[in-house]
C-alpha cells in the first residue's frame, strides 16, 4: 500500500462546478498535512496547509480526518484557471519528511 | 530571477555517462532537497540536507550522490546514468521541517 495515495483522475468538470479530492494516508503518526498544485510541465507550489480543525483560503476548502486517516481538497466555484494536478503531501518521521501522492488531475471546461 | 535555479532545464545524455545537475538558491534557506518525479509515481525523494554539514539518503538514493557546496548550492549527481534515471528532477528548498516547500523550475533528464 503506498503511503500517500490519490485517485488519479482525470477529473473534468464545468467553470463553476464544485470539485473534491481526497487523499488517504497510512501512517496514523504522519503530524502535518498540504495540499499543492502543479501546472503542467511546471514545479509544484504550495496551495494551502491543512489543519485539524479544517481550513479555507477563498474558494478553496481542506479537511483532515484523523480517525480514518485521509484529507480532502474542496474547490466552489471552480474557473478555468484552477485546471492543474493537485498533490497530497504528508509529513512523518523525526526527520518530518514529506511524501508526496501521485496526484490528482483536474480539467475545468468552459 | 527565480529564487531557486537548477542547470541545466533539458539534458539528453547516453547510458553510462556521468551526469550532474545543479541547483542553487537565493531563499538563504538551510535545508535543500533533490526529487524525482515520474508519471503516476508522485515526487519521490532522493536526497536532502539540513546544512551544509549534513546530508541524508531520501527514498531512492541507489544511483546518485550529492554535493552540498555551500548553503546555497545542492548538486545532484548521476556517475553512470542508466536510462530508468530518465525522468523530471526537482530541487527545493524550505526554512523548517514543516515549511513550504519552495521548488525549481525542474530539470528534464533522457538517458537513452
Known amino acids: 500500500r503506498k503511503e500517500v495515495e490519490q485517485d488519479p483522475g482525470p477529473f473534468n468538470v464545468p467553470e463553476g462546478a464544485t470539485v473534491a479530492f481526497n487523499c488517504t494516508y497510512s501512517?496514523?503518526?504522519?503530524?502535518?498535512f498540504f495540499w499543492y498544485r502543479q501546472d503542467c510541465r511546471k514545479e509544484p507550489k504550495l496551495l494551502m496547509s491543512v489543519y485539524s480543525s479544517g481550513n479555507e483560503d477563498g474558494r478553496f476548502t481542506a479537511q483532515l480526518n484523523r480517525a480514518s486517516q485521509y484529507i480532502s481538497l474542496l474547490i466552489r466555484d471552480s474557473k478555468l484557471s484552477d485546471s492543474a494536478t493537485y498533490l497530497c503531501?504528508?509529513?512523518?518521521?523525526?526527520?518530518?519528511?514529506?511524501?508526496f501522492g501521485s496526484g490528482t488531475q483536474l480539467t475545468v471546461l468552459p | 530571477d527565480a529564487d531557486v535555479t537548477q542547470t541545466p532545464r533539458n539534458r539528453i545524455t547516453k547510458t553510462g555517462k556521468r551526469i550532474m545537475l545543479e541547483c542553487s538558491q537565493t531563499?538563504?534557506?538551510?535545508?535543500m532537497y533533490w526529487y524525482r518525479q515520474d508519471p503516476g509515481l508522485g515526487l519521490r525523494l532522493i536526497y536532502y540536507?539540513?546544512?551544509?554539514?549534513?546530508?541524508n539518503k531520501g527514498e531512492i538514493s541507489d544511483g546518485y550522490s550529492v554535493s552540498r557546496q555551500a548553503q546555497a548550492k545542492f548538486s545532484l549527481s548521476l556517475e553512470s546514468a542508466i536510462p530508468n534515471q530518465t525522468a523530471l528532477y526537482f530541487c527545493a528548498t524550505s526554512e523548517s521541517p514543516t515549511g513550504e516547500l519552495f521548488f525549481g523550475e525542474g530539470s528534464r533528464l533522457t538517458v537513452l
Open positions: 531563499k538563504g534557506h538551510d535545508r
Open positions: 503531501v504528508v509529513s512523518s518521521g523525526s526527520a518530518r519528511q514529506l511524501t
Open positions: 540536507s539540513f546544512d551544509v554539514k549534513d546530508i
Open positions: 501512517n496514523s503518526a504522519s503530524q502535518s
